[in-house]
């Protein structure tokens, strides 16, 4: 059969059309404040990609923070089961996945059958997300992909202890003013997301094998972070990590029908 997972995040709306297990379609777009259209948008982008009509997909579910909005599915997933569901299906070895987002990070721990069997979320507005490194950036005035860069090329160590964002560029601006090199204040910024999101994966009981999905896995100043922060080198990466909780939905919506 043939479905759709929609991830509706707090920055971008992911889709992943299925043909059994295979992904013949997706596509990714910047939500709007008319987050309705900008589901619609993105489904018909990947409906093009995937060469086929749209009635064509038999059920669609949605997760992500906006899963409620779209009002055709099928089914409305959390975010919790639809990671769990499309890390494990990534990698089957996987029993720990860290989604790390533009608003907020969760540690999910799957069984041998992909069943989530816990879960944590880190706390609203901690400095341990993807828009907060995109704020210090910003307040550097560096793009995204050079900042993350550049804390690979330093090994200072300068501990940030704001938890809001807001009050982590108060802090820096202030580094900024003590003429800190910007590569100094990279890692600070990615040592303190680490430190952030690795607290919150050890309240699950940390299992080998972990993965990272979302935007921040994108990131080797984090990835390299997060490594030291666990003492672990081998995690593992999808090839595609803002894809992984729509493929999960897409995936259960199949199963939840097959069921």
Known sequence: MISAGIDVGSKNIKVVILDGDKIIGKAIQTGSDDQEKSIEETLNSAVKDAKIERSAIEKIATTGIGRKVFKEADYVITDVTAGGRGIFECDNAVRTGIDVGAEESKAIKVNQVGKVTDSAVNEKCAAGSGSFVESMARALGI????????????????????????????????????????????????????????????????????????????NPGFVSAFKKNLEIEDIFIPEEPLFVSALGAALLAQEKKEG
Do not use: W
Not at 146 to 174: G, H, R, T, W, Y
């Open 143 to 218: 793009d995204m992909k050079a900042f993350a860069e550049l804390a690979l090329s330093s090994d200072a160590k300068i501990p940030m202890n704001a938890q809001c964002a807001v009050f982590a560029e108060s802090e820096v601006v202030s580094l900024i003013a003590q003429n800190t090199p910007q590569k100094d204040i990279s890692k600070a910024v990615h040592d303190s997301i680490a430190s952030r999101v690795s607290s919150m994966v050890r309240r699950v009981k940390l299992e080998p094998r972990i993965a990272i999905f979302g935007g921040l896995a994108y």
